[in-house]
């Protein structure tokens, strides 16, 4: 096939300007939120969305009425959002109990049809490319000069690329699902490795292998260079992130070993009062959007902080498109880390918040928000200060750890035929792992099984080091001005910039791959946690 980059990153920002609701109506301007007691969740009907989109493309290809042609997209966006929105609607409520048959049930129809509905999306631009109406879309009354110019080539989409995209998808499905019986055996526990990480490591040596066959078919030398182009928005190369990664092994690593063969302090315990006191006081002494946006949470209910055992172990903060409303789930753990925890969901939160129709930031853009907001909660939440030096050793240990995944995943795929086995993999990971300083007493090199972003979000571990490096500077610039790092934070919020090396350098902060940058983070924390 051979899809050229440009067509592949192109493809994408025009999902993003799609799910921000702005291409046609102009900006929407949100009045509350809705209460996600009065969401419903319906399975999508592909029947529906395919005579929809069929009459849609027609539309696009045959009319010659503008309005009649905005109808026809609208229609198409609107059931484009519906399947979305159910996706999230099920995958917050099979994330609040993984043994629960009906959710899980549910959550894999909608994963199972995921492709398809986005090769819809790119049928229905390849066909508005075509159309007799192309100058007044591209008109600035619509979708702009040029918007259509990537879709005049071959599509990213063709029946065997869309059914691999769906078989990754089932496989995460699989996953899911094994991860939720594994709720029956202690964590971490032998019987939970024997019983069932080693299925999840089965899954995910499958997903490995389809995951190579999805870029080979895409015309890409490598998985890492496709993923960085088809999901995430990135102006850096895979190749420039392993070296990077390397320089964090050799920079903050020493330090990383020291800090976990001393650090002894015991997590206080927090409920979910004492953490969304903390938030509220936070918001409340930030004000502005940020306080519209926590008031708005709370009155409608859009978030879950409880503590739950058969609870999805990660939290995350999903767009519901439909209603045009964020949603925070949050895996509790019961110690005073979970405000922070929340804290960097509410950071997302605020991004979709006070974006029409959704942020459509890339990842590692919108990673430096939800990672600011905890920085500054320590200058802004009431108790803040108690929490500087656990704050700290987060950061060192999101730098080295999360760096740690992140050059695993990156090698994994280059893993072939003698090698591309569990224990191949197992063995692979246990020599990452033990070159980062990961391997401390307790440790089993089985527990990448863990990790649900190798299998759910392939290649997105490094953007939480890049902007995790850029939030560190917009706390250090609060630390120099009080309210300087705030200002910072909200007056790049709603940035549309992609980008993310683009947006530091608008931003005025600088890259985490210039020089010397490194040692400055470890002289600032070698200093914090002294």
């Not at 939120?33 to 493309?57: H, I, K, N, W």
């Not at 994330?95 to 549910?106: A, K, N, V």
């Not at 927090?270 to 002494?285: H, I, Q, R, T, V």
């Not at 753990?333 to 979970?338: A, H, I, K, N, R």
Request: aromatic share 14%; with cysteine.
């Amino acid at each position: 096939m051979g899809h050229k980059i440009l067509s592949l990153i192109t493809f994408l920002l025009v999902i993003s300007v799609l799910l921000s609701g702005c291409s046609l109506r102009g900006g929407l301007f949100r009045s509350g939120l809705v209460p996600y007691g009065q969401m419903e969740y319906t399975r999508p009907d592909m029947v529906q969305f395919s005579a929809v989109l069929e009459e849609s493309c027609t539309a696009a290809l045959e009319e010659s009425d503008i309005k009649q042609l905005e109808d026809a997209i609208w229609a198409f966006y609107d059931v484009y959002d519906a399947f979305y929105t159910s996706l999230n609607l099920a995958f917050i409520s099979y994330s609040r109990d993984l043994t629960d048959i009906y959710w899980e049930g549910e959550y894999t129809y909608c994963t199972a049809h995921s492709a398809t509905v986005d090769a819809g999306l790119d049928r229905l631009y390849r066909s508005l490319a075509k159309s007799p109406l192309r100058d007044t879309l591209e008109g600035d009354a619509y979708f702009g000069a040029g918007y259509f110019d990537s879709f005049e080539g071959e599509s990213i989409y063709d029946e065997h690329l869309t059914n691999l995209l769906n078989q990754e998808a089932l496989l995460c499905s699989q996953y899911q699902s094994v991860h939720g019986e594994a709720t029956a055996a202690e964590y971490y526990s032998e019987e939970y490795f024997t019983q069932y990480g080693s299925r999840m490591a089965e899954i995910f040596l499958e997903l490995v292998q389809l995951r190579q066959q999805i870029a080979d078919y895409a015309g890409y030398e490598s998985y890492p260079q496709f993923a960085y182009d088809f999901y995430h928005i990135r102006d850096y190369t895979p190749q420039q992130s392993t070296s990077y990664l390397a320089d964090i092994r050799a920079e903050l690593v020493p330090l990383y070993r020291s800090l976990t063969a001393s650090w002894d302090e015991e997590l206080t315990r927090c409920s979910e009062e004492d953490m969304f006191l903390y938030l509220k006081s936070m918001a409340k002494n930030m004000g502005g959007n940020i306080w519209n946006a926590f008031s708005d949470m709370s009155s409608a209910k859009v978030y879950d902080i409880s503590y739950g055992s058969n609870k999805y172990s990660a939290s995350f903060e999903v767009y519901l498109p439909s209603y045009y409303t964020p949603y925070i789930f949050l895996c509790s753990t019961g110690t005073e880390y979970d405000k922070l925890s929340f804290a960097h969901e509410f950071g997302h939160f605020c991004s979709d918040y006070v974006t029409p129709g959704g942020s459509t930031q890339g990842v590692d853009v919108a990673e430096i928000f939800s990672q600011a907001m905890e920085y500054l909660s320590l200058q802004y939440a009431d108790g803040g200060d108690d929490l500087l030096k656990l704050k700290m050793a987060t950061c060192l240990s999101t730098y080295v750890e999360q760096a740690a995944l992140a050059s695993f995943e990156h090698q994994v795929y280059s893993l072939t035929e003698n090698d591309l086995t569990v224990d191949g993999i197992q063995s692979l990971y246990e020599e990452v792992c033990i070159a980062y300083g990961l391997d401390v007493p307790g440790w089993d090199s089985r527990d990448y099984v863990c990790v649900p972003h190798f299998y759910e979000s392939p290649m997105y571990i490094i953007s939480y080091v890049v902007s995790n490096d850029a939030a560190l500077q917009i706390y250090e610039m609060e630390l120099r001005q009080q309210g300087s790092g705030l200002a910072c934070f909200e007056t790049n919020l709603t940035a549309s910039q992609p980008y993310i090396m683009a947006f530091l350098e608008e931003a005025g902060l600088e890259s985490p791959f210039a020089t010397g940058r490194l040692t400055r983070v470890r002289l600032t924390l070698e200093t914090a946690l002294e």
